[in-house]
Every structure is written in structure tokens, then in C-alpha cells.
């Protein structure tokens, strides 16, 4: 009996499990089929859009202004324009800049005419020097006139030396005027947008 009772078991068993099976056939079968949305692929533009508040700041600011003083004479530019790197902004007076460079200028010609009469100067003391040292070989001159002659042309010698350094200094000026003359044009060192005018 026991026989009996194992072989119905496993017979109820073996049959819900087929049950089982079917149910599970029978649902996968019937089951709905999925739909799929398409679309065909363009190439184009992607935008996404965002709308927000804020506070904007530049990448890099520059603050642009003179290296010399002066009046502005012209403002090319106003707030708001677009600028490109080395365009000119504005203009100082240029007028005390250009005064100093021909100042400075006659002083170097002035400088240089002396120059040019030194050395005649020297040329003559040299002769004087050499005719007085000629003499001193005969005695025919002191000792005291060889000496002033020799003195003569140390001095001229000196003088041309001196002349030689204010022309240095001189052109030194010039070139600091004629820098500061560049300086009365006013450029963008990049560009860029103008934010802000303040004369």
C-alpha cells in the first residue's frame, strides 16, 4: 500500500507540473507583442535651451589708459563697440610730446656743432703743442709755455668728452620723448567690448 501511495504521489505531482508547464506555454504564447517606436536619423543641429538669471562676468577684463598725461583730444570708440587687438582708442593731445622733441633735437644739434668746434680746438692745440715741443728742443720756449700747451689740449681733449656724454643724455631724452609721443595713442591691447569709458 505504500507502493500505492508513493506511485500516486508522484503521479499527482508529475501532473501539476505538467499543468504547470502548459499554463506557462500558454501565456508566453498569447502574451501581447511589444511595439517599438522608430525614427529615421538625420544629421543636425542639436539645441538644448536654458533660461536663467544670473550675473555674467568677462573672462578677462583690461583696464586700458595712458602712460602719459595730457587732454584727450579724440575718443574713437564708445560703450558697447567691438574692438580688435591693436586698434586705436583714443588720442591725447599730442602737441607738449612733439614741443620736447624738437626741443630735445636742436639741443643735440647745438650739442654737436660744439662738438665739431672742440675738435678744431684740439686740432689746434695739438698743432700748438707740437710746435711749442720743437721750440723747447732749442730752448727757444720756456718750460712753463710747453706745459700751458700741453694743458691746452688736455683741457680741449676733456671738453669733447664732456660734449660727447650730454649728447648720450640727450639722446636718451629723445628717445623718452618719442616714446611718450607713441604713448598719446591709445590702443586696444586685445580684443574685445568696450565696458566702461571713464575720461
Do not use: F, H
Not at 505531482?13 to 498569447?30: H, S, Y
Not at 602737441?95 to 643735440?108: D, G, H, P, R
Amino acid at each position: 500500500m505504500k507502493k500505492r501511495k508513493t506511485v500516486k504521489k508522484r503521479y499527482v505531482i508529475a501532473m501539476v507540473i505538467v499543468i504547470a508547464g502548459l499554463i506557462t506555454l500558454w501565456r508566453i504564447l498569447n502574451a501581447p507583442v511589444p511595439t517599438y517606436q522608430t525614427l529615421i536619423v538625420r544629421p543636425g543641429d542639436l539645441q538644448q535651451s536654458v533660461l536663467a538669471t544670473g550675473k555674467l562676468d568677462a573672462l578677462r577684463k583690461v583696464d586700458v589708459g595712458a602712460q602719459v598725461s595730457g587732454q584727450l583730444k579724440t575718443l574713437s570708440v564708445a560703450i558697447g563697440d567691438k574692438v580688435k587687438k591693436d586698434q586705436l582708442l583714443g588720442v591725447i593731445d599730442p602737441e607738449q610730446a612733439e614741443n620736447q622733441i624738437k626741443e630735445v633735437e636742436a639741443m643735440l644739434m647745438e650739442l654737436r656743432a660744439q662738438r665739431q668746434q672742440a675738435e678744431a680746438e684740439l686740432k689746434l692745440a695739438r698743432v700748438t703743442y707740437s710746435r711749442q715741443q720743437r721750440l723747447a728742443q732749442t730752448q727757444a720756449v720756456s718750460q712753463q709755455d710747453l706745459d700751458n700747451a700741453a694743458t691746452e689740449m688736455a683741457v680741449k681733449q676733456a671738453q669733447i668728452g664732456t660734449i660727447d656724454a650730454q649728447i648720450k643724455r640727450n639722446q636718451a631724452s629723445l628717445d623718452t620723448a618719442k616714446t611718450n609721443l607713441d604713448y598719446t595713442r591709445i590702443v586696444a591691447p586685445m580684443a574685445g567690448e568696450v565696458t566702461q569709458i571713464t575720461t
